[in-house]
């Protein structure tokens, strides 16, 4: 692996994301990250995290456009109050903060907690949850569904919304819609590695796939011999139809776990637009790469999220972050 030793990992990666974009403020001691003319007058902030391995996610979403701040917890841990209160209060202008949680049980209870001590020093907080996989209905680190790639969505909709001057009950409402209309389902085509633990973390044997995986390794709905990237595409994309049923236009995200190549990102990507035209499905807009990743798990992960007019329009507006940036 490409690292000192794992204690220092995420304290490293922090002082090189520094170094490379100086339009952010990043406080490596405390692990938070700040678009540096935060706060902003008379607008709404998002603050949202997480444990670290899952890069451009939280950090590389903080910019104009999307993300107000993010906290970054240790590998694959979440991480605590005091970072997302520290947060709150950098990018707090008086007009509140939304806290943008995946449905992770330590995520969830340090969430809660901040947004209490965070209304304590008489900032105003709203929460969102996203539980978007319908993979399981419940996991190893969760109760009820996990959050996965439609955090991209709720940050990127939302937060083109508080960019606009939306009231913080408005931005939560749009944040809350965005959540509600997506679904996602991920595969691995081999473990994660931890740089804690340096080997991989389950047992997945050479010429099989996880289906419904999740972005921790967490264990899906089955194991199969190896799959075409057609047959993978029908199972993913008709899971998400299932339970999404959509009657409307969507916004497709295929997304990469760390370890695959855009080469076949984009094979899959078309595959998975063969699928929904042959569904009936209109796609209005297409992103694909490496977003909410999983270190070095080779695999994707699709999520669909069903859009009217204005979330078009939302997600059509200017965002300048690290990881995603059109318009400006």
């Not at 008379?42 to 451009?56: D, T, Y």
């Not at 011999?225 to 899971?239: C, L, Q, W």
């Not at 370890?259 to 984009?266: K, N």
Request: hydrophobic residues 45%.
């Amino acid at each position: 692996m490409l690292i000192n030793v794992p204690e220092t990992v995420v304290a490293d990666a922090l002082r090189g994301m520094a170094a490379a974009h100086p339009e952010l403020t990043v406080d490596v001691e405390n692990r938070v990250v700040v678009r540096r003319d935060a706060p902003v007058a008379g607008k709404a902030a998002l603050v949202s995290g997480g444990g670290s391995g899952h890069e451009p996610l939280h950090a590389g979403f903080v910019g104009p456009g999307m993300l107000s701040a993010a906290c970054a917890g240790e590998v694959f841990t979440s991480p605590v109050p005091d970072q997302m209160v520290r947060a709150a209060a950098a990018v707090d202008s008086g007009a509140g903060v939304l806290f943008v949680v995946k449905n992770y049980t330590g995520d969830v209870l340090n969430f809660e907690m901040a947004a209490e001590l965070a209304e304590e020093e008489g900032i105003r907080v709203a929460q969102v949850l996203v539980n978007d996989d319908v993979a399981v209905t419940d996991s190893l680190f969760t109760a009820g569904r996990r959050g996965t790639g439609a955090t991209l969505f709720v940050e990127k909709i939302a937060g083109a919304a508080a960019e606009e001057g939306a009231p913080l009950d408005r931005v939560a409402a749009i944040a809350r819609q965005v959540n509600e209309s997506s679904r996602s389902f991920g595969v691995a085509l081999t473990s994660v590695t931890t740089p804690a633990k340096g080997s991989p973390t389950f047992d997945l044997p050479a010429g099989e796939l996880e289906l419904g995986v999740g972005i921790h390794g967490e264990p899906g709905r089955e194991r199969r011999p190896m799959m075409t990237s057609r047959e993978i595409a029908d199972f993913a994309v008709d899971a998400v139809l299932e339970d999404l049923r959509p009657h409307g236009p969507v916004i497709a995200l295929v997304n990469g776990m760390g370890a695959t190549p855009l080469l076949e990102l984009y094979g899959f990507n078309a595959e998975v637009q063969r699928v929904l035209s042959e569904r009936g499905v209109a796609v209005a807009r297409t992103l694909v790469g490496n977003y909410v990743t999983s270190l070095d798990m080779a695999g994707c992960s699709v999520t669909l999220c069903q859009v009217d007019e204005e979330l078009v329009r939302l997600w059509d507006a200017p965002v300048e972050t690290p990881a995603l940036r059109w318009g400006r």
